[in-house]
Nanobody, 124 residues
Framework: QVQLAESGGGLVQAGGSLRLSCAAS????????MGWFRQAPGKERGFVAR????????SYASSVKDRFTISRDDAKNTMYLQLNNLKPEDTAIYYC?????????????????WGQGTQVTVSS
């Protein structure tokens, strides 16, 4: 079992930046995948980025590639998402998740642990 807690959301103007954090209650294993998803009002939860804890390899949704950066700090059991050049369409609740299922980690149903979410609002 693992608990996840996000922080770092807020209100920012278009073009601004935020850094989201996701602290895990235990150290993820090398085979775990951790990811960020987001859900805007009236829309389904969608993939943003993911990182393999052991190797550090990353994947991004095309809509955020080159603007967002996912990373992890193994010593702090914490994953981050750096959001740069934010756009109004990035407004959503951002969720972090952990997968121990050994699946690629690109879909919601591949994750078995979720945080409560943090709101990101980008004004135009």
């Amino acid at each position: 079992q693992v608990q996840l807690a996000e922080s770092g959301g807020g209100l920012v103007q278009a073009g601004g930046s935020l850094r989201l954090s996701c602290a895990a209650s235990r150290r993820p294993s090398g085979t775990n995948v951790m990811g960020w998803f987001r859900q805007a009002p009236g829309k389904e939860r969608g993939f943003v980025a993911r990182i393999r804890w052991g190797s550090g390899s990353t994947s991004y949704a095309s809509s955020v590639k080159d603007r967002f950066t996912i990373s992890r700090d193994d010593a702090k059991n914490t994953m981050y998402l750096q959001l740069n050049n934010l756009k109004p369409e990035d407004t959503a609740i951002y969720y972090c998740a952990l997968s121990s299922t050994l699946q690629p980690g690109l879909r919601v149903n591949e994750y078995n642990y979720w945080g409560q979410g943090t709101q990101v609002t980008v004004s135009s």
